[in-house]
């Protein structure tokens, strides 16, 4: 589904016309995340966001990964697998597993350490501690009471911050703010500039969270291979925008943009028609590493833009990774001293 604009705007009629849903919506949400979750064994740390929508939590999870490994942790990441039609628990295997049974992004965090599927959450904790895991870095479930948390980090979008401040469907938030806010020990905000949102900052100034701060940026190697060719630009993901600004920001001209839905299934249909628009303008098809993992398929027309399509993968780099790591490890000295 692509999340309505007026989420992102001021409130108008729309959000307050939704708003009554939005409250009953926001207190199941609310009464839900007050439960007690299930112990993992081992220190979980939770990486997700307040909204709908794309924040770069799955870059976020990835470069913790990347310093936990560094600091001589064995972590694996714990992820539902929305889009996929395993249920698990079930360890991915990207040479073999495909975006229709795992999901997109369990296919990404694969690639970089032992993933696992499951629907279950406490059933995947048990499965990942068993298979050999030091730590558990969960991508999503901030919301999720089922698994005991023992830090709690939600990504925010520096642009876009928290849109219209209302609860689903009113608004991109999936609990109200006072059932968020008190089980999250720290927020990344993902952009450029200091100057936030006034919901953004507001939040921030009322509940005074620790603060980490990061930008996304693409690879540069691939940057590089593109020159100064032209590219049409595609992107299925929760927020394509933030794909064609970092594009801009990088010196690659997009003469064309193609946004589609967050986890979109592409079709034949879909990859014919962007094949017909790079061959007459003469231009290069760019990607996400997200999208470009739901492109492997049988199908000749799918297959033939899978060949041809750049990716561009995006890392997250993080302002202070010292004290990025330092929340870290602390997080899991705590947990185990606890145990």
């Known amino acids: 589904m692509r999340e309505p604009s007026f989420w992102w705007q001021e409130p108008g009629l729309a959000a307050w016309a939704l708003s009554p849903l939005a409250r009953v919506y926001g207190a199941v949400a609310g009464r839900r995340m007050g439960k007690t979750g299930a112990p993992a064994g081992i220190p979980v740390i939770c990486v997700g966001n307040f909204t709908l929508g794309g924040t770069g939590k799955t ?113 991109p938030l999936r609990a109200s703010l006072g059932a968020q806010m008190p089980r999250t020990d720290a927020v990344l905000i993902v952009g450029e500039g200091r100057h ?72 034949e249909a879909d990859a014919n028609d962007l094949l017909a628009q790079c061959e007459r303008s003469g231009l290069v098809p760019v990607t996400t590493e997200k999208d470009a993992v739901r492109l492997t398929s049988p199908n000749p027309a799918l297959a033939k833009l899978a060949a041809k399509v750049r990716t561009l993968p995006a890392r997250l780099v993080f302002e202070d990774e010292k004290a990025v790591r330092k929340l870290l490890l602390d997080s899991l000295k705590t947990a185990r001293s606890a145990r």
Do not use: W
């Open 59 to 171: 870059p976020a999870a990835l470069a913790f990964a990347e310093i936990l490994t560094a600091a001589g942790e064995h972590p694996y990441f714990l992820t539902r697998g929305y889009g996929g039609a395993l249920t698990g628990p079930i360890e991915v295997e990207p040479t073999r597993h495909r975006a229709g049974e795992t999901g997109d992004e369990p296919l990404l965090l694969a690639r970089r350490a032992p993933t696992v599927v499951a629907r279950d959450r406490p059933a995947g904790a048990l499965f990942a501690r068993q298979a050999g895991a030091s730590v558990i870095v969960m991508d999503d479930g901030l919301q999720n009471p089922s698994l005991r948390k023992d830090l709690s980090i939600a990504v925010i979008d520096a642009r876009r911050g928290i849109g219209n401040g209302f609860v689903c469907p009113a608004g």
């Open 196 to 267: 936030y949102p006034p919901r953004l900052a507001a939040l921030l100034a009322a509940y005074k969270p620790q603060v980490l701060r990061a930008r996304l940026t693409l690879d540069e190697t691939a940057v590089k291979a593109l020159g100064n060719r032209k590219v049409l630009a595609f992107a299925g993901i929760g927020d394509p925008e933030k794909f064609f600004m970092s594009l801009a920001a990088s010196g690659i001209e997009a003469a064309i943009e193609r946004s589609f839905d967050d986890h979109h299934q592409y079709t």
